[in-house]
Structures are given as C-alpha cells and as structure tokens.
C-alpha cells in the first residue's frame, strides 16, 4: 500500500483525535516500519488493518465507519491533486468506469510495484450502475467512502447498496443509483 494512504490516515487521526492519539497509535500496534511512513513508500496493508482496528478500539467508532470516513478525507485532500482525472469525466458514473482502464494505468505508471484494487463496471440505466470491487486487502469500506467523495465532487446525490461477493471482503458488488 502507498505511504501516501497511511500520510494521509494520520492526518485525519490528528485532526480528529489529536496528535497524541497518533502516538499512541503507533506505539500499541506491532507495525514493520515503526510508523514512519513516506508519501512514495509502499508498505504492507496489515499496517494499515492494524492502525484502523485500533483506532476503533481506542475511539469506540467501529472500522467500517472509519474507512468510509478517511476515504472521504482522503479524496478530497489527497486525490484532489489528479485533478484532471476529474475533469476528464463527465460525472460520477464515467469516473467510475475510467478507474481500471485509464486512472489505474497512469498509477501504474508513477508506481509500477502498487497493488491496485481491479474495479469492473456494469452501467444498468443512465441512473443506476454495478461495480464489483476486487482485492486481497478487504477494504470495501474504503472504496465506498471513495465512491461517495466522487459522487460529492460531481455534485450528484447517490445511494449504494453494498453486497459482498466473497464473505472475507475480498469482491464486493456495489449497485450505485443517482436519485
């Protein structure tokens, strides 16, 4: 995973929670790089299962809540910076759509070793789309806070319905209405 994902959770976490829930973060987790993360270092996501997790158990908010909450920060603090991959869609539907075969390529490009989430699309209607999220790292509650910061960008009012395909989180299929 991009050091830039855990940069970014901590900067939430300080916002939120102070900078003394960050180092207590840090110090009651078991993590590989000690917490010291770089924005174009990559690192093993059970850091950040590990951070989530405890920040759950320190906050009382539970993980699906957090994840959906930091994708959101995340989007608009972090990917806001690939600004044109916005603009070159139309709306959130289009975005959706460009992610594996446009967006995730020029990833690739920058960061060649990044382990990406293969994201495939089904538009149903002009007002409703399937979007079957796939990856190792379980983290469809990330991808739904993302979905809806998009959906935030474009100004559109959306509903998902999230259904996992495979129990332990690793397919998920989200059915995404405007209304």
């Known amino acids: 995973m991009k050091g830039v994902v ?9 916002k939120e929670f ?18 010291i993360y770089t924005s174009v270092g990559t690192y093993d996501h059970s850091e950040m299962v590990q951070l989530v997790t405890k920040l759950s158990e320190f906050s ?41 075969g446009h967006i995730h390529v020029e990833v690739k490009k920058l960061y060649p070793e990044a382990e990406l989430p293969k994201f495939s699309t089904n538009k149903l209607s002009d007002n409703k789309l399937e979007l079957l999220y796939s990856s190792k790292r379980k983290m469809g509650d990330f991808a ?36």
């Open 6 to 14: 855990f940069v970014g959770f901590f900067e939430l976490v300080e």
């Open 60 to 100: 009382g908010i539970g993980v699906p809540d957090l994840l959906n909450t930091y994708a959101k920060y995340f989007g608009k603090t972090h990917l806001r910076k690939y600004e044109s991959f916005y603009q070159e869609a139309t709306d959130t539907f289009s975005f959706l759509e460009s992610i594996d």
């Open 144 to 179: 739904e806070g993302l979905i809806l910061d998009t959906a935030d960008y474009y100004n559109e009012k959306i509903e998902i319905q999230k259904k996992n395909i495979e129990e332990d989180g690793s397919q998920v299929l989200f059915t995404i209405t405007k209304i």
């Open 18 to 35: 102070g900078y003394e829930m960050v180092d207590k973060l840090i110090d009651s987790c078991n993590l590989d790089s000690d917490g």
